[in-house]
């Protein structure tokens, strides 16, 4: 049974009900029939799904039988890739899991609670264990959990702008209805709870979003194409390399049998998975250290391909509430002392007065009597002794005849998206509810809604990126325009209305193409244009706070949702700035963009070695000559010349903005690097096996010698640029590298005869690293596509 749907045992409704709320016999009942919050949030993968994931996979089975038939036939020196596969696989572990603790302890502070009234008691309960027919108290702040009626009133104002887009409070007055993903803004109350789980209107949304799940991962699809095609090649390759060993290379079983595995171990890029779950789960804990929280690792990824960003006005590029902009008088009428005085007297301040409360209040304003705003009357008005009625409230309503010079200059300040409001005077006594007579007009108040402070300077840095900034709004295209260009996007003089829109996907993409605003968009049109520019090849992103938003967070590329909106937006985006923050945004991008950079040198890297050794295994495979290296010498030269440098590329800093085509960009570098590694160690071998009275072993330690040099060779083109910090690691490597030959018990660990100083492996290794600089330069791999327009 679904426990979201309560008519699957029905409670009735009401029943029990009182001031003092529910008692716990009224809970129990319902929590058993169903009628119950049940959240329906997404977590990240737990403990044994990571645990699957890290050991059970392809490589690890190939790698594990390998290292049984070492254990059985070889000494225990060739065994170390093992070891290496162990702890690698522990690391992998290790840190997912510390990526799962610092995210679940983030998304625990950060959860959601309701304040409900049980048996006469105030209890602080958290939203899934909301019961339908439970009395919730609202305060200022709150987000309602579910949908119901209001029980009590007191000046309760509502923000329904995460329902509708609009950004304006809503006066609530008891039996008026509420929607869940509401926030209270002023004033108080209660409400009884009416429907919960799926059937409220906040869940039912979130569901719909959920059905459109279009989740799109490049790296992922790429790094699955290597994988595949090692998978085919080493089956063949596999079969070729055992036969010529076993069969045709004059070696014994023992050795020929070393060689076979060293040749398969080596085309396995055991470490490329692990090292970008590596990646994605450091940025993740870096980025909860900014208060970001991802949900999903590879939501990363998206970080680092963005270039259109779209946002929502409410809560993204504004603040909650108004600020007051500029208040005109008329002749040397007092407007700006009254709407002072008024907004200082106020019992029950709407959201501009208390925007005019941020000026001084004048004195010698004392209030007789009042008349507190409205939502139905759109006024406010407040009689002072000796100085009359003054009234505030919207112009065709204060005034409806104003005169043209003044209404001329109201209109044109509405026209750019501003909210005006009329200031007018009265000698006439004020009776409640209603206007008083022979109004005049004192002036008017503009208000506007408070840019967030970062906006701009976040703007401008996106664009910069060559990011474009599209805003959706459910606001007045004028009003959303007004904001638009206070932050400096690009093209708000021309908003658009949602309405205009075509309904035909491809219209709709060429109709947004020098588009930065349009306004009046509900939900599923605001999916309609995250899926057009998709259309187009662009990569979105969508930051938003509301239930309007969800079915364009779930569509986009990237989902975004504001901490500070509501549950459902948390729910679905893959993305959440726990503060609301907007201008985290760029650190979240330049995040993003350094771990899809260090994927991609540690996949070059890797593939690098896969490359090298498939070559080396088809050469040696059908000329029936004995594999040049044993797992013992590839251990060391894999070690030092992809795994622990990979780790430290892993976490460098700083990139552009990631590229189409990752399987390209790391061809182009792995399959000129793995065809000269091959050849200079092949060279190597053969040259020095020649040689007159040289032994298998040394013929193998000048092959490991070269392809060492080769090795660290491709580790400095792929660090490129070489900061201090990636020099130190290539130094380290080519250190650790000299020590396994001076040391007498590296030399037998590794199976070693004494340092290749012979000319020849000196002159190989030299031309292999000119021939690898040379091709570098004529590839140019990491030449930069211009962004889309």
């Known amino acids: 049974m679904d426990r979201g749907d309560i008519s699957a045992r029905p409670v009735p409704q009401g029943a029990g009900v009182t001031d003092r709320g529910l008692s716990q016999r009224d809970v129990a009942a319902r929590i058993a029939a169903g009628a119950v919050n049940t959240s329906s949030s997404r977590g990240g993968r737990n403990v044994g799904q990571i645990l699957r994931a890290n050991v059970l996979t392809r490589f690890n089975a190939i790698l594990g039988a390998l290292f049984v038939v070492i254990l059985v036939f070889g000494p225990l020196q060739d065994a170390l890739f093992g070891v290496v596969l162990a702890v690698n696989t522990l690391i992998g572990i290790a840190q997912e899991l510390r990526a799962k603790r610092t995210l679940d302890h983030l998304a625990l502070l950060t959860a959601p609670r309701a304040h409900a009234i049980r048996e006469g008691e105030r209890l602080d309960i958290r939203v899934e264990d909301v019961v339908v027919d439970d009395v919730l108290e609202l305060r200022p702040g709150d987000q309602i959990p579910a949908d119901g009626a209001v029980l009590r009133a007191d000046g309760l104002e509502v923000d329904e702008s995460l329902v509708s887009g609009e950004s304006m409070p809503v006066e609530k007055h008891p039996d008026d209805p509420l929607r869940s993903g509401s926030t209270v803004l002023a004033g108080s109350g209660a409400m009884r709870v009416e429907r919960v789980g799926s059937e409220a209107f906040a869940q ?121 902009a500029e208040v005109t008088a008329v002749g040397d009428a007092p407007a700006r002392d009254a709407l002072g005085a008024i907004a200082a007297q106020s019992r029950a301040p709407n959201a501009t007065l208390r925007a005019a409360r941020a000026a001084p209040a004048p004195l010698g304003w004392e209030p007789v009597r009042s008349s507190p705003f409205s939502s139905q009357r759109r006024w406010s008005a407040m009689e002072f002794a000796g100085r009359g009625t003054w009234v505030i409230g919207a112009p065709e309503v204060v005034m409806p005849a104003l005169e043209p010079p003044y209404a001329r ?44 402070p ?71 049109r605001k999916r309609d244009v995250v899926l057009a520019l998709q259309g187009q090849g662009h990569v979105v992103a969508m930051t938003g706070d509301g239930v309007n938003d969800l079915l364009a967070l779930k569509a986009a590329d990237l989902g975004i949702a504001i901490g500070t909106g509501s549950p459902a937006a948390r729910a679905v985006g893959r993305v959440v700035l726990l503060d609301g923050s907007f201008a985290v945004i760029p650190q979240i991008l330049s995040e993003g963009r350094r771990v899809i950079a260090n994927i991609q040198r540690v996949a070059r890297l890797f593939v690098t070695k896969t490359v090298y050794a498939t070559v080396l295994a088809a050469v040696t495979g059908i000329s029936a000559i004995p594999y040049p290296f044993f797992p013992r ?29 990752f399987v390209g960009r790391v061809l182009r570098v792995a399959v000129p690097a793995g065809v000269v590694a091959a050849s200079s160690a092949l060279a190597a071998y053969l040259v020095t096996r020649s040689q007159v009275g040289a032994t298998e072993l040394a013929a193998r330690t000048a092959a490991t010698g070269v392809l060492l040099v080769v090795g660290l060779g491709v580790l400095v083109l792929v660090s490129k640029p070489l900061t201090v910090g990636r020099g130190l690691v290539t130094a380290g490597m080519a250190a650790a590298a000299v020590l396994a030959w001076v040391v007498p018990m590296g030399r037998h660990l590794f199976g070693l005869q004494g340092p290749p100083t012979t000319l020849a492996s000196a002159a190989i290794a030299a031309g292999g690293l000119l021939v690898l600089s040379a091709a570098v330069r004529v590839i140019r791999p990491d030449r930069q596509v211009p962004p889309k327009v």
């Not at 014994?252 to 990646?279: H, K, Q």
């Not at 109201?410 to 007579?437: D, K």
């Open 409 to 452: 200059e109201v209109n044109e300040r509405a026209a750019r998206g501003a909210r005006v409001l009329l200031v007018a005077h009265s000698n006439e006594h004020l009776s409640p509810g209603a206007l008083p007579a022979r109004l005049r007009c004192a002036g008017w108040a503009v208000y506007e809604e408070r840019l967030r």
């Open 204 to 324: 039912r949304l979130e569901l719909d979003a959920r059905r459109f799940d279009l989740v799109r991962s490049d790296l992922r699809r790429d790094i699955n194409r290597i994988l595949q095609v090692v998978s085919w090649l080493m089956v063949p390759l596999g079969a070729l390399l055992v036969t010529s060993q076993v069969v045709r290379s004059g070696q014994t079983l023992g050795d020929a049998v070393r060689g076979s595995v060293a040749g398969i171990g080596a085309m396995v890029p055991e470490g490329l998975v692990l090292l970008a779950t590596i990646a994605f789960a450091v940025g993740a804990v870096r980025l909860a250290h900014k208060r970001v929280l991802v949900q999903e690792l590879a939501a990363i990824e998206g970080l680092a391909r963005v270039d259109v960003l779209c946002i929502d006005k409410t809560g993204t590029l504004t603040e909650p509430g108004l600020e007051l």
């Open 454 to 524: 970062d906006a701009r300077q976040t703007i401008d840095y996106l664009r910069s990126q060559g990011v474009r900034v599209l805003v959706l709004s459910g606001d007045d295209p004028r009003t959303v325009a007004a904001v638009a260009r206070r932050a400096g996007i690009p093209g708000a003089d021309r908003p658009l209305h949602a309405a205009s829109l075509p309904a035909d996907q491809a219209a709709l993409a060429a109709a947004l193409r020098e588009v930065a605003v349009v306004g009046r968009v509900e939900p599923h």
């Open 633 to 661: 010498h590839l251990t060391l030269v894999s070690s030092l010349t992809i795994g622990v440098p990979g780790f430290f590329l892993a976490l460098a800093p700083g990139a552009p903005r990631a590229q189409p085509g």
